[in-house]
């Protein structure tokens, strides 16, 4: 089975400080066991740029949630202030090692200098 893109664009990347975000996978109202599954998250300067402005495929950048559903981006801080850019286009790839689900999350990450 495969997945259409799904686009999400609400969250921002501040410069120096920790960034981490959850994405919760629901089928038909239920939490995705995710147990097992490969992650790869990518972000570039634009969205035909070859090169990673971050790469992330592991604990602790990557954390599963199991039976809850949950892929956990981290980004260290020293990681978020190395980042020159002022917006990120990224790609959030997920696929099941049992099912073959693909999935793929695609966005705009704005980078702010400014900490709220």
């Not at 066991?33 to 402005?53: Q, Y």
């Not at 990557?62 to 039976?67: D, F, N, Q, R």
């Amino acid at each position: 089975m495969s997945a259409d893109p799904a686009v999400f664009n609400g969250m921002t990347i501040f410069r120096g400080l920790t960034f981490s975000k959850v994405f919760t996978l629901i089928a038909a109202g239920v939490p995705v066991d995710v147990t097992g599954w490969t992650v790869e998250f990518t972000a570039k300067a634009t969205i035909d740029s070859e090169e990673n402005v971050l790469h992330l495929t592991t604990a602790p950048d990557i954390v599963l949630g199991g039976t809850a559903g949950t892929i956990t981006i981290n980004v260290s801080a020293e990681d978020t202030a190395d980042i020159a850019e002022d917006e990120l286009h990224y790609c959030l790839k997920y696929s099941s090692a049992v099912d073959e689900v693909d999935g793929l999350l695609i966005g705009v990450i704005p980078v702010d200098d400014r900490a709220i």
